[in-house]
């Protein structure tokens, strides 16, 4: 059990995704996606919440001790999040102009889902679960449940 620090998201693993404008990015992540704003470390870092998860929006090489990852292309990573809702969702993400890569699907592994670019060349990809599915079922092998 993780102890309980305000100051940090009461989750086990924290992506840092790096922005140009972290107050411009938190304000689309939080109109175009589920995210809502937790804490605010300063202009240049944030952390945002979605369910039981956490993500951080940072500036690159806010700090002297910035890791080299900071970098690295936005396409170098990709953030799925499991939602409800998915084709509202979807909507909202192409208002707020994301450049969609793969429209909302039916998929045999029983999620509904679609990903886009936010406008800063983030992938995403929105998961909704339709039904329960037995990895067996399409090739997979569940390892521990």
């Known amino acids: 059990m993780l102890k309980k620090n305000r100051s940090a998201p009461n989750s086990a693993v924290i992506p840092v995704l790096y ?4 107050p ?3 304000a689309w992540l939080t109109t175009a996606l589920p995210f809502t704003e937790r804490l605010r470390n300063s202009q240049d870092r ?3 919440l979605h369910g039981n998860g956490a ?10 001790n910035a890791a080299p ?3 690295q292309s936005p396409a170098a990573h990709s953030v799925t999040l499991r939602v409800t809702g998915i084709d509202e969702l979807f909507g909202r993400a192409k208002a707020a102009g994301a450049r969609v890569l793969a429209e ?5 592994y029983g999620e509904r889902q679609c990903s886009f670019l936010d ?9 909704e ?8 079922d399409w090739g997979g092998e569940l390892l521990i449940e």
Do not use: C, N
């Open 129 to 136: 679960t339709i039904f329960d599915s037995d990895p067996a």
């Open 69 to 71: 990852s900071t970098l």
């Open 55 to 64: 993500i951080i929006v940072a500036k690159p090489g806010a700090h002297a």
């Open 19 to 22: 922005y140009p404008d972290v």
């Open 119 to 127: 406008p800063w060349g983030h992938p995403w990809t929105l998961s």
């Open 46 to 48: 944030r952390q945002l």
């Open 104 to 108: 909302p699907a039916d998929h045999m």
């Open 24 to 26: 411009e990015a938190v």
